[in-house]
C-alpha cells in the first residue's frame, strides 16, 4: 500500500478559507487495503472539511498508517454540502459494510468507519474517501471518542466473520458496549443488520446469535431500526461466489443440500446498503424490525441455476440429503485450512429466509433489482479454479 508523502507538523489554521492547511498533525483518510495495529488505540479528535482536502486532526498517538501524525491530500471536492450528521459505521471492511460506505461516498453522506485492530488485512472500498477511526470495542473511552459529532450508528455484521455458524463469542458483548457508549454520548438512532429468522429459540446457530443480537437492541433505550436480510449477493460476496468457484472445480454434477420446500429471496448488496442509508433518515422506521428481501421467491435449486447459468455453467445438480451435507462438510473441514463451505451455510439453506415480496416497495419506495439482473459479474473472466485454491488456503 502507498500514499502521497505526508506533510507532518502541528496544526496552525490556514490564512484564508481558500488555503488548506499546510501544517496539520493529521491522519489519512483514503481506502485501501490496510492493517489496524492490535497494540495501539489511535482516536480521532475532529474532522477537517476543505474543498480540496478530506482530513481528520488525531491525538497525539501516531497514525497507525504512517507510524506517525500526517496528512495526505486527496483530489476533487467530496463534500459541498454543509455539515449536518454523520454516520458511524461498524462492520465497514464486510462485504455489506463495504457496500455502504460505497453508497454513502456517492450520496456525498458524512460517515466515519470504526476499524477494530487486528493483525489481518482489511479490505476497504477502493476510490472511497471517508474518515476512519481504530478502536476496540471493549474499550468504551475509546467508542466514546469514536462518536464525537455522530448522530447515527449503523452495526453491521458480514459473512466472512462468521465461523461454522457462530458468530465470534465477544460479538453480542461488543454490541452491548456500543450502545453503552452511545447512550452515554447521547446518540439515539441506532440501526442494526439481522436475518430473517433469527430466533433466541431457533434450532439453528446462527439464527440463536442473531436472536441474541435482536434481543440486546430491543433492551436498549435506542431508536433502533432492525433490518432482517435474507441472502445478500454481490460481486463481493461469499455465496455466489463460491457456488461458481465450486461448479467451475467439481467435475460433470453440482451437488447441493435438500432444502425441501424452503424459500429464498436474494437481495442484491447495492439495494440493502440503500436501505440502510434511507433508514437512517426515515422517523417511522423507529422502533420497528423491518424485513427485507428481493422481488422474487426462489427454491435452492432454482437460485443455484440461476448462478450457474449467470456463470455460463452447464450442470446436472445433484441433491444430496443434509446428514450427507453435514458429513461432506465435516471431512473438508478435518483435511482442508480453510473450508469453503461452513456449516452456517446448511443451516441458512435449510431454514430458508423470505418475507413479503413488497417489504422494500412499502417501506423504501423502489423496487429492488431482480436477481437474474444483476448477476452479470459472474460472466467476466476470472481464474475461479485458482481463486477457489487461493480460498481455501487463506490467500483470497
Excluded at 33 to 57: D, E, F, G, Q
Excluded at 225 to 248: H, P, R, W
Excluded at 337 to 362: E, V
Aim: contains cysteine; aromatic residues 6%.
Amino acid at each position: 500500500m502507498s500514499f502521497p508523502t505526508p506533510v507532518v507538523g502541528e496544526c496552525s489554521p490556514p490564512a484564508t478559507t481558500n488555503v488548506p492547511h499546510e501544517k496539520c498533525s493529521i491522519g489519512p483518510l483514503g481506502s485501501s487495503n490496510m492493517r489496524v495495529p492490535p497494540s495501539r488505540m489511535t482516536r480521532l479528535i475532529s474532522t477537517v472539511y476543505h474543498p480540496t482536502l478530506r482530513t481528520a486532526r488525531w491525538s497525539d498517538k501516531p497514525s497507525f498508517l504512517h507510524g506517525r501524525l500526517a496528512f495526505v491530500p486527496i483530489g476533487g471536492i467530496i463534500y459541498p454540502r454543509e455539515r449536518s450528521s454523520m454516520i458511524l459505521i461498524t462492520g465497514a471492511t464486510s462485504f455489506v459494510g463495504r457496500a455502504v460506505v460505497r453508497r454513502a461516498a456517492a450520496e456525498q453522506r458524512e460517515i466515519r468507519c470504526l476499524l477494530c485492530p487486528s493483525r489481518h488485512e482489511l479490505q476497504l472500498p477502493a476510490g472511497v474517501s471517508f474518515s476512519s477511526i481504530s478502536a476496540s470495542m471493549n474499550d468504551l473511552p475509546a467508542l466514546r471518542t469514536a462518536m464525537q459529532d455522530v448522530t447515527a450508528i449503523v452495526h453491521l455484521l458480514g459473512e466472512e466473520e462468521i465461523t461454522h455458524g457462530e458468530i465470534p463469542a465477544s460479538y453480542i458483548e461488543d454490541t452491548a458496549n456500543l450502545i453503552s457508549a452511545a447512550r452515554e454520548t447521547g446518540i439515539t438512532r441506532f440501526i442494526c443488520l439481522s436475518r430473517l429468522g433469527a430466533d433466541r429459540a431457533s434450532a439453528y446457530p446462527l439464527m440463536r446469535v442473531m436472536g441474541e443480537l435482536e434481543a440486546t437492541v430491543l433492551q436498549a433505550e435506542l431508536n433502533y431500526t432492525i433490518l432482517q436480510t435474507s441472502i445478500v449477493y454481490g460481486a463481493e460476496d461469499q455465496f455466489t461466489n463460491v457456488l461458481t468457484m465450486l461448479a467451475k472445480s467439481i467435475p460433470i454434477v453440482m451437488p447441493i443440500p435438500d432444502a425441501g420446500l424452503s424459500r429464498f429471496q436474494p437481495l442484491w448488496v447495492e439495494d440493502l446498503a440503500r436501505c440502510i442509508l434511507t433508514t437512517t433518515e426515515q422517523n417511522k422506521l423507529v422502533r420497528r424490525t423491518i424485513p427485507l428481501g428481493g422481488p422474487e421467491h426462489f427454491t435452492l435449486e432454482q437460485m443455484v441455476t440461476n448462478v450457474l447459468t449467470a456463470a455460463g455453467i452447464h450442470k446436472r445438480l445433484l441433491t444430496l440429503r443434509i446428514p450427507m451435507m453435514h458429513w461432506a462438510i465435516a471431512l473438508a473441514d478435518a483435511l482442508l485450512p480453510r473450508n469453503p463451505t461452513p456449516f452456517w451455510w446448511i443451516d441458512l439453506l435449510t431454514a430458508g429466509s423470505a418475507t413479503d415480496l413488497m417489504s422494500i416497495p412499502q417501506h423504501y419506495d423502489f423496487e429492488p433489482c431482480r436477481f437474474a439482473d444483476c448477476l452479470s459479474y459472474l460472466s467476466r473472466k476470472r481464474p475461479w479454479r485458482r481463486d477457489l485454491v487461493r480460498l481455501v488456503f487463506n490467500r483470497l
